[in-house]
């Protein structure tokens, strides 16, 4: 199957929906030279989606093991998020935003030129640390640059336009690893492969330095939000309405920008003086359920190319259950609106909990373009099920967490499940070298029990009065 490349079908259709969806503010002259400075970070995140799977699939080229790549999964996972508060806190205490903005692509690229250039795995999990580090410090960044000047009702739109163009960036890194990796296959070794699209995704941050310079606008003290407490949660909460297009978090469900605005105000004392025995079953349900996620995630890319997948099909892969969890954002948001939130989570858990596993046995019992498509079949479904779990999320936590403790409580969300992706990537990349069996019916099993979790507070909280209509 090696070298192959699958063609990738999306519907006329949905394209030009979320096309809409992505450019949902109204593109006068003022908001076009207001937001020029976007496709800087879009080439930037072309560089992110492609880096997000080529380096695992490079350590393993380098003779890397499942404990390599636990390694260096969590470790992206634990120095994105200071990052994120880090500089978040120091660029909106100070009004600066150019200079992070610069700063973490130009650590990008020369995160990205250093795991080209080294045959070291240790020196590609550092490397790659500082790859995350960066993404995770531009993050709260945009979010302030993005709301700039702008009235407050107009934020949630804003974010959704932000985020849009992350996802399409994103998305344009796996669809150019697809190409990029399935045609170099025919003319070159792997590792040569993999080098030579490293240096283009450095290409990507360079060239989103060059858009930066020119487009990023000036700093001043318009987006500063260090009032502490009041912007901080409008901040949020407008970072929660908007909508997504959500391509990364299928595979990669670390939100540190999020992760910056969500614990910005974080009051501890209060929030303890008013948590509910409900709102820590739920957290224990998400320690479980995202830990459960990475302990599949992590050691995936060694399992693919174990089974015979060349790099191509398996950034293929990646990009079905990305475009499987892009195109059910809208649908998992109706069902929201029309079913109970928990019990509707607990359905989308379960239903991934089925499927991580179902990688193993359907990778195992299938070959040729029959094994690919099958595969394929299954991630779509991964991808479809994260919107569900995606959506209902942030409405859970809204609807359990006492009043005046919400911003706080849907901080601790972002952290146990940035926290918990770290741990799950260690237990995941130890657990595959007894067999990757192994390490996906554990993480499906980790996944389950969460749903389970949240399933209990499904019953605590139907029980609960409601308005008669």
Known sequence: MSGSIPRLLVSSQKVRRLRRNAFSLPLTSERMSDTRWLYAWAVGSVALGGASLLVPLYVVALGGTAVDLGLLASSAAFVGAPGALIVGRIADKTGKKR????????????????VALVDSILAVIAANAAI???????????????????????????????????????????????????????????????????????????????????????????????????????????MVKAKRLNVRGATFPYMFGRLYWTTVSFHPRELAQRFTPTLAVYYGAVVLFFAGFAAFFAPLPIYLTAAGFGSGEVFALYLVASLGSAVSYEYAGKLAGQFDVPLLQAAGLTVRGIAIPAVAVVGGIAAGTTGLLSVAGVFAVIGAAWAVIAVTASTLVTKIAPRGVRGEALGVYVALSAVAGGIGSLLGGWLATFGFTLAFAFAGVLVLVGAGVVFVVHQRTKSRPTRPI
Do not use: K
């Open 99 to 114: 200079p992070f903005v610069l700063g973490g692509l130009v650590l990008m690229t020369a995160g990205l030129v250093a």
């Open 132 to 238: 995350w580090f960066a993404a995770g410090a531009i993050g709260p960044v945009l979010s302030l640059l993005v709301v700039a000047g702008a009235a407050e009702q107009t934020w949630s739109d804003r974010y959704a336009t932000l985020n849009a163009f992350q996802g399409y960036g994103w998305a344009g890194g796996l669809v150019l690893g697809v190409i990029w990796t399935g045609l170099g296959s025919q003319f070159l070794p792997t590792l040569a492969v993999q080098q030579s699209f490293l240096v283009a995704c450095a290409v990507c941050a360079a060239a989103g330095i060059a858009l930066g310079v020119r487009f990023l606008p000036a700093d001043g003290g318009e987006g500063r939000l260090s009032s502490p407490r009041p912007q901080a949660d409008r901040v949020a909460r407008a």
